[in-house]
């Protein structure tokens, strides 16, 4: 079955510096990519998300890569705040034969100092 | 309405207690979800609605057991817990299984 491994386990960057965190996924099925944010105390909620037929996409302040070849997806965030710090889950779906279920990563905790 | 609404927000019970979290959407969302999330660590799947029908227990002890009255509830049913099953219970819902993952705000389950 797919399994999904995050990179690192925790982040800590000055404000206004890029943070960047990279999964890998072992399913090359797999095609669909999101990415959630869980704030401390709340629920996670989706911040961006990419298809395997997309190589990149972006949203203001935040950006996915995905290299298909090699089985890796990326979320970048710029110009970082405060307000960015959180838990950041990636997640990659299973095909529809294993349930299409999302596997998630193990999280990694980004810190944004003042 | 775009949101997951999930009833109580915090849960404490002994252990031979019987009580049931609730969970209720209005975005006409065909599939929804049972997590199971500890304190840092991803959101653990645990059971799949489809269509108002049981579509995936991962092997889930059958302390728990999920309910959908209708396409807009999900409820979960708890009896004889363990200590070691108090965690934040997480409902969410997607137009079809496997799309974008819509999180209620949880319920904090405490086992004493």
């Known amino acids: 079955g797919e399994n999904v491994e995050q990179h690192p386990s925790t982040l800590s960057v000055q404000e206004g510096d890029s943070a960047v965190i990279k999964c890998t996924y072992s399913?090359?099925?797999?095609?669909?990519f999101p990415w959630y944010k869980q704030e401390l105390g709340k629920r996670p909620q989706l911040i961006i998300d990419?298809?395997?037929?997309?190589g990149e996409k972006k949203d203001q302040r935040i950006a996915v890569t995905l290299n298909k070849t090699a089985k890796h997806f990326s979320l970048h965030i710029t110009e970082t705040q405060p307000e960015d710090s959180a838990v950041y889950f990636c997640?990659?779906?299973?095909?529809?034969?294993?349930?299409?279920?999302?596997?998630f990563g193990q999280g990694t905790e980004l810190s944004v100092k003042p | 309405d775009t949101e997951v609404t999930q009833t109580p927000k915090h849960l404490v019970m002994g252990m031979t207690n019987k009580k049931s979290l609730k969970c209720e959407q209005h975005?006409?969302?065909?599939?929804m979800y049972w997590y199971k999330q500890k304190a840092k660590k991803p959101p653990e799947l645990m059971f799949v609605?489809?269509?108002?029908?049981?579509?995936i227990n991962e092997s889930v002890p059958s302390r728990f057991s999920p309910e959908c009255p209708n396409s807009s509830l999900l409820n979960l049913h708890l009896h004889a817990l363990q200590p070691e099953d108090s965690a934040l219970y997480l409902c969410?819902?997607?137009?079809?299984?496997?799309?974008?993952?819509?999180f209620g705000s949880g319920t904090q389950l405490s086992v004493l």
């Open positions: 969410a819902s997607s137009p079809l299984v496997g799309e974008k993952l819509f």
């Open positions: 997640a990659a779906r299973t095909t529809y034969n294993q349930g299409g279920k999302l596997i």
């Open positions: 990419i298809r395997s037929n997309v």
């Open positions: 609605y489809s269509y108002e029908k049981l579509s």
């Open positions: 399913d090359s099925a797999s095609n669909y």
């Open positions: 975005m006409g969302h065909r599939a």
